[in-house]
Protein backbone atom coordinates (compact mmCIF):
# COMPACT_ATOMS: atom_id res chain seq x y z
CA UNK A 1 0.00 0.00 0.00
CA UNK A 2 1.72 3.28 -1.13
CA UNK A 3 1.59 5.56 2.37
CA UNK A 4 1.94 9.47 2.13
CA UNK A 5 2.55 11.15 5.25
CA UNK A 6 2.35 15.29 5.44
CA UNK A 7 3.49 17.37 8.49
CA UNK A 8 1.66 20.98 8.80
CA UNK A 9 3.46 22.80 11.23
CA UNK A 10 5.29 19.81 12.62
CA UNK A 11 8.26 18.07 11.08
CA UNK A 12 7.86 14.25 10.29
CA UNK A 13 11.11 12.38 11.92
CA UNK A 14 12.48 9.04 11.00
CA UNK A 15 10.52 7.50 14.14
CA UNK A 16 7.70 8.91 13.35
CA UNK A 17 7.58 7.52 9.76
CA UNK A 18 8.65 3.60 11.34
CA UNK A 19 5.21 3.98 13.42
CA UNK A 20 3.17 5.10 10.62
CA UNK A 21 4.55 1.62 8.76
CA UNK A 22 4.03 -0.32 11.36
CA UNK A 23 0.35 0.95 11.78
CA UNK A 24 -0.52 1.23 7.79
CA UNK A 25 0.64 -2.69 8.12
CA UNK A 26 -2.13 -3.77 10.71
CA UNK A 27 -4.82 -1.20 8.39
CA UNK A 28 -3.50 -2.99 4.83
CA UNK A 29 -4.57 -6.39 6.42
CA UNK A 30 -8.25 -5.21 7.43
CA UNK A 31 -8.71 -3.24 3.91
CA UNK A 32 -6.54 -5.45 1.60
CA UNK A 33 -8.44 -3.98 -1.45
CA UNK A 34 -6.72 -0.03 -0.24
CA UNK A 35 -4.15 1.41 -3.11
CA UNK A 36 -3.25 4.13 -0.66
CA UNK A 37 -3.39 6.10 2.79
CA UNK A 38 -2.43 9.86 3.65
CA UNK A 39 -1.33 10.71 7.02
CA UNK A 40 -1.60 14.43 7.54
CA UNK A 41 0.00 15.54 11.05
CA UNK A 42 -1.26 19.01 11.96
CA UNK A 43 0.22 20.88 15.02
CA UNK A 44 -1.43 23.76 16.24
CA UNK A 45 -0.52 26.54 18.78
CA UNK A 46 -3.00 28.80 20.55
CA UNK A 47 -2.45 32.19 22.00
CA UNK A 48 -4.69 32.35 24.77
CA UNK A 49 -2.47 29.90 26.69
CA UNK A 50 -3.94 26.80 25.92
CA UNK A 51 -2.26 23.56 25.39
CA UNK A 52 -0.31 23.07 22.12
CA UNK A 53 -1.70 19.51 20.02
CA UNK A 54 -1.16 17.77 16.85
CA UNK A 55 -4.04 16.56 14.63
CA UNK A 56 -3.80 13.13 12.57
CA UNK A 57 -6.26 12.73 10.02
CA UNK A 58 -5.57 9.46 7.85
CA UNK A 59 -7.45 8.81 4.48
CA UNK A 60 -7.56 5.45 3.07
CA UNK A 61 -8.46 4.89 -0.77
CA UNK A 62 -8.84 2.34 -2.92
CA UNK A 63 -11.84 0.23 -4.50
CA UNK A 64 -14.70 1.72 -3.24
CA UNK A 65 -15.75 4.91 -1.10
CA UNK A 66 -12.74 6.16 0.65
CA UNK A 67 -12.39 5.65 4.41
CA UNK A 68 -11.09 9.08 6.83
CA UNK A 69 -10.51 9.23 10.40
CA UNK A 70 -9.04 11.52 12.57
CA UNK A 71 -7.90 12.53 16.03
CA UNK A 72 -6.57 14.88 18.26
CA UNK A 73 -4.29 14.98 20.96
CA UNK A 74 -1.01 16.55 22.77
CA UNK A 75 1.27 13.99 21.57
CA UNK A 76 0.81 12.87 17.52
CA UNK A 77 2.58 9.17 18.57
CA UNK A 78 -1.00 9.12 20.72
CA UNK A 79 -2.99 11.08 18.03
CA UNK A 80 -2.00 8.30 15.69
CA UNK A 81 -2.84 5.57 17.34
CA UNK A 82 -6.55 7.04 17.96
CA UNK A 83 -7.10 7.64 14.41
CA UNK A 84 -5.75 4.34 13.68
CA UNK A 85 -8.07 2.73 16.07
CA UNK A 86 -10.72 4.45 14.48
CA UNK A 87 -10.07 3.79 10.97
CA UNK A 88 -9.97 0.35 12.08
CA UNK A 89 -13.10 0.24 13.48
CA UNK A 90 -14.57 1.55 10.61
CA UNK A 91 -13.40 -0.33 8.32
CA UNK A 92 -14.51 -3.29 10.09
CA UNK A 93 -18.27 -2.19 10.74
CA UNK A 94 -18.10 -1.76 6.53
CA UNK A 95 -16.89 -5.26 5.98
CA UNK A 96 -19.76 -6.57 8.65
CA UNK A 97 -22.43 -4.52 7.24
CA UNK A 98 -22.06 -6.16 3.69
CA UNK A 99 -21.82 -9.14 5.22
CA UNK A 100 -25.32 -8.47 7.14
CA UNK A 101 -26.43 -7.18 4.34
CA UNK A 102 -26.04 -10.19 2.29
CA UNK A 103 -27.18 -12.46 4.92
CA UNK A 104 -30.14 -10.46 6.47
CA UNK A 105 -30.95 -7.76 3.43
CA UNK A 106 -31.63 -4.67 5.67
CA UNK A 107 -32.03 -0.69 5.20
CA UNK A 108 -34.03 1.87 2.91
CA UNK A 109 -36.58 -0.03 0.77
CA UNK A 110 -38.56 2.24 -1.69
CA UNK A 111 -42.11 0.39 -2.88
CA UNK A 112 -42.63 1.20 -6.30
CA UNK A 113 -46.70 0.61 -6.08
CA UNK A 114 -47.36 2.45 -3.01
CA UNK A 115 -44.65 5.12 -3.31
CA UNK A 116 -43.52 4.84 0.51
CA UNK A 117 -39.79 4.63 1.68
CA UNK A 118 -39.81 1.75 4.75
CA UNK A 119 -36.68 0.87 6.88
CA UNK A 120 -35.55 4.22 7.75
CA UNK A 121 -36.59 6.95 9.77
CA UNK A 122 -37.84 9.59 7.61
CA UNK A 123 -39.12 12.55 9.42
CA UNK A 124 -40.14 16.11 8.00
CA UNK A 125 -38.16 19.23 8.48
CA UNK A 126 -39.35 21.92 10.76
CA UNK A 127 -39.40 25.59 8.70
CA UNK A 128 -36.61 26.67 10.50
CA UNK A 129 -34.45 23.97 9.48
CA UNK A 130 -34.76 24.30 5.98
CA UNK A 131 -34.23 28.35 5.81
CA UNK A 132 -30.98 27.68 7.97
CA UNK A 133 -29.97 25.17 5.41
CA UNK A 134 -31.01 27.22 2.17
CA UNK A 135 -29.33 30.27 3.23
CA UNK A 136 -26.16 29.10 5.23
CA UNK A 137 -27.30 30.42 8.14
CA UNK A 138 -24.99 28.82 11.49
CA UNK A 139 -26.31 29.71 15.09
CA UNK A 140 -23.18 31.02 16.92
CA UNK A 141 -23.16 30.44 20.81
CA UNK A 142 -22.29 33.99 22.42
CA UNK A 143 -19.05 33.90 24.20
CA UNK A 144 -19.32 33.26 28.20
CA UNK A 145 -17.69 36.07 30.37
CA UNK A 146 -15.79 34.30 31.62
CA UNK A 147 -13.24 33.12 28.84
CA UNK A 148 -10.05 33.93 27.68
CA UNK A 149 -10.63 37.76 25.69
CA UNK A 150 -8.81 36.14 22.66
CA UNK A 151 -10.83 33.22 21.22
CA UNK A 152 -11.16 32.86 17.38
CA UNK A 153 -14.17 30.84 15.65
CA UNK A 154 -12.35 28.78 12.74
CA UNK A 155 -14.82 27.87 9.74
CA UNK A 156 -13.27 25.42 7.97
CA UNK A 157 -14.58 24.79 4.24
CA UNK A 158 -14.43 22.08 2.15
CA UNK A 159 -16.45 21.78 -1.46
CA UNK A 160 -16.97 18.17 -2.83
CA UNK A 161 -18.56 17.61 -6.24
CA UNK A 162 -22.21 16.24 -5.81
CA UNK A 163 -23.16 12.63 -5.64
CA UNK A 164 -26.17 11.21 -6.55
CA UNK A 165 -26.86 7.99 -4.63
CA UNK A 166 -29.77 6.45 -2.70
CA UNK A 167 -30.56 6.81 1.17
CA UNK A 168 -29.02 3.88 2.45
CA UNK A 169 -25.94 4.16 0.35
CA UNK A 170 -25.59 7.35 1.63
CA UNK A 171 -25.97 6.22 5.01
CA UNK A 172 -22.95 3.59 4.53
CA UNK A 173 -21.19 6.23 3.49
CA UNK A 174 -21.75 8.37 6.26
CA UNK A 175 -20.19 5.68 8.46
CA UNK A 176 -17.24 4.74 6.36
CA UNK A 177 -16.23 8.57 6.74
CA UNK A 178 -16.90 8.62 10.76
CA UNK A 179 -19.23 12.06 10.43
CA UNK A 180 -22.70 12.54 12.17
CA UNK A 181 -24.16 13.87 8.72
CA UNK A 182 -23.36 13.15 5.07
CA UNK A 183 -24.82 15.14 2.04
CA UNK A 184 -26.00 14.10 -1.24
CA UNK A 185 -28.27 14.39 -4.12
CA UNK A 186 -31.25 11.75 -3.75
CA UNK A 187 -31.21 9.16 -6.75
CA UNK A 188 -35.38 8.64 -6.26
CA UNK A 189 -35.92 12.42 -6.07
CA UNK A 190 -32.88 14.33 -7.52
CA UNK A 191 -33.33 16.67 -4.38
CA UNK A 192 -30.44 17.63 -2.72
CA UNK A 193 -30.46 15.76 1.19
CA UNK A 194 -28.01 14.82 4.36
CA UNK A 195 -28.49 11.73 6.22
CA UNK A 196 -27.85 12.58 10.32
CA UNK A 197 -27.30 10.27 13.03
CA UNK A 198 -29.40 10.32 15.82
CA UNK A 199 -29.84 8.20 19.29
CA UNK A 200 -28.83 4.50 18.76
CA UNK A 201 -28.80 3.13 15.37
CA UNK A 202 -31.02 5.48 14.06
CA UNK A 203 -30.73 7.83 11.11
CA UNK A 204 -32.69 10.98 10.20
CA UNK A 205 -33.48 12.41 6.53
CA UNK A 206 -33.14 16.32 5.55
CA UNK A 207 -34.19 17.11 1.42
CA UNK A 208 -34.29 20.31 0.27
CA UNK A 209 -37.56 20.94 -2.29
CA UNK A 210 -37.05 22.61 -5.49
CA UNK A 211 -38.69 26.55 -5.61
CA UNK A 212 -37.95 29.44 -7.17
CA UNK A 213 -35.44 31.58 -5.55
CA UNK A 214 -36.58 34.83 -3.29
CA UNK A 215 -35.66 37.24 -5.93
CA UNK A 216 -37.24 35.45 -8.90
CA UNK A 217 -40.88 35.12 -6.85
CA UNK A 218 -40.86 38.32 -6.03
CA UNK A 219 -40.36 39.55 -9.65
CA UNK A 220 -42.86 37.51 -11.12
Known amino acids: MDTSIVGVGVGITDRFRSVVEE ?3 RIEHLAPRANSIEVKVTHRSYRNGRMEDDTVELTLDGKGPVVRAEATDTDKFAALDLAVDKISEQVRRAKQKRVDARNHPRGAKFEKGTG ?3 G ?4 PASVDVLRAVATGSVP ?3 EAAEEEEYCPVVIREKQFDAEWMTVED ?3 RMELVGHDFFLF ?3 RTDHPSVVYRRKGWDY ?6 TQASPQVAVAS
Open 23 to 25: KVT
Open 116 to 118: ELA
Open 120 to 123: IDVE
Open 140 to 142: VQA
Open 170 to 172: AVD
Open 185 to 187: IDA
Open 204 to 209: GVIALG
